[in-house]
Nanobody, 126 residues
Framework: QVQLVESGGGLVQAGGSLRLSCAAS????????MGWFRQAPGKEREFVAT????????YYADSVRGRFTISRDNVKNAVYLQMNSLKPADTAVYYC???????????????????WGQGTQVTVSS
């Protein structure tokens, strides 16, 4: 079982930056592929970024590539999302998610992730 707790959301002006953090419980964090997803009001949840178990591989949604960076610290059991050049369209609740221990492939599909945090609100004003 993995428990995830996000933090770092808030209100920021367009063009600004935020860094989201996700703290994970358990001793097997390094065996979990991690991802970030987001859901805006009235819209479906969408993939944002994912990172491999070692952190050597990452993949991003087209809408955030070049602006967002996902990273992880397997000693601190944490995954991060650095968000730069934020736009009003980035406004959403952001969720941290983990795949089952031992899964080897990155995935952009939410149903491939077994564990989810409670979410943190990011609001970007114009």
């Amino acid at each position: 079982q993995v428990q995830l707790v996000e933090s770092g959301g808030g209100l920021v002006q367009a063009g600004g930056s935020l860094r989201l953090s996700c703290a994970a419980s358990g001793r097997t964090f390094s065996t979990n592929i991690m991802g970030w997803f987001r859901q805006a009001p009235g819209k479906e949840r969408e993939f944002v970024a994912t990172i491999s178990r070692s952190g050597s591989a990452t993949y991003y949604a087209d809408s955030v590539r070049g602006r967002f960076t996902i990273s992880r610290d397997n000693v601190k059991n944490a995954v991060y999302l650095q968000m730069n050049s934020l736009k009003p369209a980035d406004t959403a609740v952001y969720y941290c998610a983990a795949r089952t221990q031992g899964a080897e492939e990155l995935s952009i599909r939410g149903h491939m992730y077994s564990y989810w945090g409670q979410g943190t609100q990011v609001t970007v004003s114009s």
